[in-house]
């Protein structure tokens, strides 16, 4: 069976694109406290990834 729904990877991956003319309309101090966010996003991944490594 197909999948119906994005993984969450692949779905804040589409969401990122989509904030990428914002991010870019912000000054570069404000810019580095979205990029941390983006930065903690890709810990959350790494940490579902192993946890699913070891189940």
């Not at 309309?25 to 890709?42: E, S, V």
């Not at 959350?44 to 990834?49: G, K, S």
Request: charged share 35%.
């Amino acid at each position: 069976m197909g999948r119906t729904t994005p993984s969450f990877r692949i779905a804040s991956e589409i969401e990122i694109r989509k904030w990428r003319t914002f991010r870019r309309a912000l000054d570069k101090k404000d810019r580095k406290h979205l990029i941390k966010c983006y930065l903690y996003r890709d810990s959350i991944v790494l940490q579902e990834l192993c946890a699913a490594e070891l189940s």
